[in-house]
């Protein structure tokens, strides 16, 4: 089945530090999506993508869909604590529009 | 503008016994989709409905296990004979169509002691 890697699997940074992380896939994917994870809650989207090379930001986050439609990127510039949390990826398969999740950035902020 | 809404945020039960969750998906969205999240994984697909058609159902979704949603509004989440291994974090999520963006509700804290 469809599967993403995503790296790594964890992150400890300085505030104010950028923050890069991305998902691959042994698939072709339509759209990518970034959510974040806060301990109890459900993901809550960052950024959506609906086109191979797009590059779209919302704030500091910025994001891309990369040409091969296999992978995908998610930058943090200028990270302060509430960025705390767990960012996941996810494809939108042609297949329903169901998402096909990776495992997950756990990223920590140091003040 | 209302979310996701998923009802209890927390369960616990016995093994053995039955329990049932709901969600009430945003309220133009005809596609509804449930998840399950165990701690350190992403959220893996269950199941999902367009309007109140049940149209894929993953391997994960064993017999104890189904969903309904009978008016192509809420929806419910029913496993039976609770297993241990059923504890988990169950995921809601709505969209309005197809390739359209996925929102999640706060979830339901299922623990089987």
Known sequence: GQQLNQSPQSMFIQEGEDVSMNCTSSSIFNTWLWYKQDPGEGPVLLIALYKAGELTSNGRLTAQFGITRKDSFLNISASIPSDVGIYFCAGQSNQGGKLIFGQGTELSVKP | ?113
């Open chain 2, 1 to 113: 503008d209302t979310g996701v809404s998923q009802d209890p945020r927390h369960k616990i039960t016995k093994r053995g016994q039955n329990v049932t969750f709901r969600c009430d998906p945003i309220s133009e969205h005809n596609r509804l989709y449930w998840y399950r999240q165990t701690l350190g994984q992403g959220p893996e697909f269950l199941t999902y409905f367009q309007n109140e058609a049940q149209l894929e159902k993953s391997r994960l979704l064993s017999d104890r296990f189904s969903a309904e949603r009978p008016k192509g509004s809420f929806s419910t989440l029913e496993i039976q004979r609770t297993e241990q291994g059923d504890s988990a974090m169950y995921l809601c999520a709505s969209s309005s169509g197809q390739y359209e963006k996925l929102f999640f509700g706060s979830g339901t804290q299922l623990s089987v002691l």
